[in-house]
């Protein structure tokens, strides 16, 4: 009898404990998470089966990679679901360098592999590292740590905030020497973003907004480049067949799709019409073969993303745990602006940026990356769970007693 209860206390202990790390993951964000990427997987096999049969032989196979990117992300997320915050946060600045060596490796000739006339990947084999990605998830975990460290400082001292300023204008120039315009954009909105959110005064965030945005202008309309895409897409109709070919057939796709589509598999324009059609332009496939309603759709779970990270980020600034509180909003806000200009150029609101759908594109940094911050999101929420269950630990004694 004795050995029988004893095993029952055991059980229910076994039961706690697995309630109690069932409790600590937030399934809101994971179920959206989970939606887009499967959204991701049928759609990047829609825009794409006929593009790869004929380049590789394979209708699948770019789906075929993208899962690998998928499950390979999974585990990523899980991983850092597992390491303490307080290891992320001594890891900073060894992190940040090592960005810095990424780019500057990548800009030896003969290193990095250039495409379309931008050297941004490095070859490792089986897939090509795309160093921009990693970068940012570098200058995230830096910036977080920073704020945590100087953020006082940072709020009164003009010297600390240029000294923070110069790190994201390093890291920018070299995503400009690339180039990869997109990279630079993102980066500086989520590092200048979360100086906001630390407190920098609004005059001094004033006065950098409007330097970013005259520096931005300046190297628009000083690269023959940067200046022939702003034009193509401010008139993509003018030269449809040659600088405004990517963008009016995006148009166009986005056009016969109406308000309910043209449903799964028949889109035309992915039919060789549409370049990038499973990477950049995917969105554009999408609203051609789902509507305005599967346009819809992908915009409110985007928007439950954003909801729930920024959330996170709340509920752990409340505890005091600030690392966290910043890792998630710079996720946020990284994530929130990268989807925002991906379905912009899309729609021909933005330039091409060459910028994919967070969770949805085919891209295999682009992928692995995001998964991470997703990790990182997780963690936070993690730990703000278990602080408040340490918490309310003694309440429940007293209560009880």
């Known amino acids: 009898m004795a050995e029988l209860l004893m095993r029952n206390r055991v059980t229910g202990q076994r039961r706690r404990s697995a309630g109690r790390s069932t409790a600590r993951i937030d399934w809101a964000l ?17 825009a794409s089966v006929t593009v790869a049969d004929r380049n590789y032989g394979d209708p699948l196979y770019f789906f075929k ?19 303490p915050l307080q290891q992320w946060e001594r890891s900073g600045r060894g992190l940040l360098l090592f960005g810095l060596f990424l780019l500057v490796l990548v800009l030896i000739p003969g290193i990095g592999r250039t495409v379309n006339g931008s050297t941004r990947w490095l070859p490792l084999g089986f897939f090509s590292l795309q160093v921009s990605e990693f970068a ?14 100087r953020g006082e400082r940072l709020r ?30 993102v980066l500086m909105g989520m590092g200048t973003g979360m100086l906001f959110l630390a407190g920098v005064r609004l005059g001094r965030f004033a006065g950098l907004m409007g330097l970013l945005v005259l520096a931005m202008g300046v190297l628009a309309v000083s690269s023959p480049y ?20 990517q963008l009016t057939q995006a148009l166009i796709a986005i056009g016969r799709g109406g308000w309910t589509g043209t449903g799964l598999g028949n889109s035309i324009q992915k039919l060789f019409y549409l370049p990038e059609a499973h990477n950049d332009f995917l ?22 993303l954003l909801w729930r990270i920024f959330a996170i980020g709340a509920a752990a600034e409340r505890l005091g745990q600030c690392f966290g509180a910043f890792l998630a909003w710079g996720a946020g806000i990284w994530l929130g602006l990268q989807a925002f200009i991906n379905m912009g150029v899309n729609m021909g609101m933005l330039p091409t940026k060459g910028l994919t759908l967070p969770l949805m594109s085919a891209g295999g940094s ?4 995001t998964c991470c911050l997703i990790g990182l999101v997780l963690r ?9 269950a340490s918490a309310m630990a003694p309440r429940r004694r007293r209560v009880r007693t």
Request: proline residues 2%.
């Open 156 to 185: 009164q001292d003009l010297a600390t905030f240029l000294r923070i300023m110069g790190v994201l204008g390093i890291f920018a120039i070299l995503l400009l020497m690339e180039p990869d315009f997109g990279a630079t954009v």
């Open 136 to 149: 940012k998830l570098f200058v995230l975990i830096y910036l977080s740590g920073f704020l945590v460290r």
């Open 380 to 388: 936070v929420d993690r730990e703000r769970r278990e602080a408040e």
């Open 30 to 46: 994971v179920s959206v998470v989970a939606i887009l990427l499967v959204l991701g997987l049928v759609m990047v096999t829609s």
């Open 65 to 83: 990679r993208q899962v690998v990117f998928v499950l390979a992300g999974i585990a990523l997320m899980a991983a850092m679901v597992r390491i």
């Open 226 to 245: 940067r200046m022939k895409r702003l034009t193509a897409f401010l008139d993509p109709w003018q030269d449809p067949f040659n600088s405004g070919f």
């Open 366 to 369: 682009s992928m692995l990356v």
């Open 283 to 304: 969105f554009a496939v999408f609203a051609e073969e789902f509507g305005l309603l599967g346009v819809l759709l992908v915009i409110g779970l985007y928007g439950w």
